[in-house]
């Protein structure tokens, strides 16, 4: 098996073509009858299949690959002419015309515009005054030939050698190529044109014709993007590029169809990688990511590996991808990774919601419970204390503890992140947590007689997380009043005490966040904010200052 690679280096593109212009201006200084010109032109297709840009350098070429073009190049030697040359030539020219774009250096640049300049001026000064056998220019292309084109030339063998690019060596846009040909085509017609219409010779219908072309392109050019309100050329030529041989609309309308419907990565990826294997021109597809990897289709030598992010995807084409079509599939492979990372993240958000409700509704539960056993802690502490008024007390309170014992552990069998109203008349509320807190000193206010119901277990939760707060409070503060109150007209619930103030970046962050204290983990008024919300409530510090720190509950505005 022979490589390009083993014939060409890195550097040596430079030399190649030089080596491919003399041994084609030697073959064309002789003439085509000599008979050294022939054996010059089949040096000249060896050192073409060497430099040129069309296969990849590290393609194999099999030895009945390689005997089918050596029996080629022979048959055209045999049967080569004037016509065959000049469209060889014309064939050259764009070519390398083609390339110009995908260099960047100076040098480089510079080296392409001379070959170019030469492959021009062999076409339209010796190849089509043969080919038409114009009178009155043999003196200019023996000139041209003997003295011109050779020190041209000799100066492309001076300028200094640049390394090129692996990309740059190969890229070949095969619409350039034919623009260019046409082109050059169009040239020598329309000079022939020219000069046969108007009767002139043909270096004036050549610069004629030149100059009406030059005319077209720059009317071309204003058209292009003019500086008005018409839009240019450009923005219809660029949607036409943007969906030649590419179903590009398709492809976006599945991959936000797959993006509704599928709700793991995993198989979104995989959809979204067979819509992108059932492209005419793919025959493959391979990935690998976080969420998985996989293939799709057939393998091929023609391979383009693209990457984004934690995304890398392969794809084996059906032929030799061109510049543009890489410029498609890398804005494919773009979107399709924009799209996996918002799955991704979708994905996550609902594992942390997931995560959130499941502690909020713990949590809810444990303090429920936690208020449960303050309250039968305060029954029992009545009943060791004072026994003769714990027995009416505990009549009356052990029922209501039992619902509330009932009511948690249904949540604990059916955990839910919605709370229950239960409804209950205001004062019935009141009168219960005065008995149940009636051995503690506490100052209790209420005002209005309405008869409207509130959500007791709100209130309860509420109650409980305050009064206790405020006993705790008490016992680092002696002698504190600690004073409750409850206005129905109003629908409000407070519990406020005398002592110190909180400090205010805590007092700034109560109630819209877990704030550790002294007496636990700060969790209790978080969740008791968080649920009055839920019921159309509002739990805030109403007033936070030495002598008077008041919380209040109320129902929100509709």
């Known amino acids: 098996m022979l490589t390009l690679d ?5 550097q040596s593109s430079r030399w190649l073509s030089l080596a ?19 054996p010059l032109l089949f040096m000249h297709l060896g050192f073409f299949l060497v430099w040129q840009p069309l296969w990849r350098s590290e393609a194999s070429l099999s030895r009945t690959r390689a005997l089918a073009i050596l ?106 190529v034919i623009m260019l040909f046409m082109l050059v085509v169009v040239l020598v017609l329309g000079a022939l044109a020219f000069m046969t219409l108007s009767h002139v010779n043909y270096l004036t219908a050549l610069l004629g014709t030149l100059s009406f072309m030059a005319t077209a392109l720059f009317i071309l050019g204003v058209l292009w993007r003019p500086q008005s309100v018409f839009g240019g050329f450009d923005v219809v030529f660029s949607r ?65 590996e693209l990457a984004d992010r934690d995304l890398s995807v392969t794809l084996f084409m059906r032929a030799s991808v061109a510049p543009g079509v890489l410029l498609h599939l890398r804005l494919l492979v773009r979107v399709l990774d924009h799209f996996y990372q918002a ?64 009511t948690l552990l249904g949540k604990l ?26 051995h503690r000193e506490i100052e209790w206010s209420v005002q209005g007689e309405r008869a409207s119901s509130i959500p007791a277990e709100l209130f309860d939760c509420v109650a409980d997380n305050l009064i206790e707060n405020a006993s705790n409070k008490r016992l680092r503060e002696a002698g504190i009043r600690i004073t409750v109150r409850l206005d129905t007209e ?26 550790p204290s002294e007496d636990g983990l700060g969790v209790g008024l978080y969740q008791a904010a968080r649920l009055a919300l839920q019921l159309g409530w509002q739990l805030y510090l109403a007033e936070n200052r030495p002598g008077k720190v008041r919380f209040e509950l109320k129902r929100m505005s509709d």
């Open 343 to 406: 799955k991704r993240r979708e994905q996550r958000l609902r594992e942390i919601t997931r995560q959130q409700a499941l502690y909020e509704t713990g949590a809810r539960l444990t303090h429920d419970l936690k208020n449960m056993l303050q309250s039968l802690f305060a029954l029992t502490s009545l009943a060791q204390h004072e026994p003769a008024k714990a027995q009416p007390v505990l009549q009356r309170q052990l029922p209501q503890l039992t619902q509330r014992i009932e």
């Open 71 to 176: 029996a080629g190049s022979l048959l055209v030697l045999i049967w080569l002419n004037g016509w065959l040359l000049a469209f060889w030539v014309a064939g050259l020219f764009a070519l390398v015309g083609a390339r110009i774009v995908t260099f960047y250096t100076r040098w480089q640049r510079i080296y392409h515009l001379l070959m170019l300049s030469y492959l021009l001026a062999v076409l339209l000064l010796y190849l089509a005054p043969q080919l038409f056998a114009l009178s009155g220019l043999p003196e200019v292309t023996h000139n041209l030939m003997d003295y011109g084109l050779p020190l041209l030339l000799l100066l492309m063998a001076l300028l200094p050698v640049e390394r090129e690019r692996a990309q740059a060596a190969q890229a070949v846009d095969f619409i350039y």
């Open 240 to 304: 036409y590029v943007l969906s030649i041989g590419t179903p590009l609309e398709t492809w976006l309308q599945q991959l936000a169809d797959d993006a509704q419907q599928l709700q793991t990565p995993q198989d979104f990826l995989h959809s979204a990688s067979a819509h992108l294997a059932d492209l005419p021109w793919v025959a493959g597809v391979a990935w690998v990511a976080e969420a998985g990897h996989g293939n799709l289709g057939v393998s091929t030598p023609h391979r383009v």
């Open 20 to 38: 491919l212009l003399f041994t084609l201006h030697g073959a064309l200084w002789l003439g085509l009858e000599h008979p050294l010109a022939r």
């Open 490 to 515: 109003a629908q409000t619930f407070s519990v406020s005490d005398s002592g110190s103030a909180i400090p205010a970046q805590q007092a700034h962050a109560l109630l819209h966040t877990v704030v």
């Open 413 to 438: 069998k059916s955990p839910t992140d919605t709370a229950e109203e239960m409804p209950m008349p205001w004062l019935d509320w009141w009168n219960r947590l005065r008995e149940r807190y009636s």
């Open 6 to 10: 083993s014939l060409r280096g890195p």
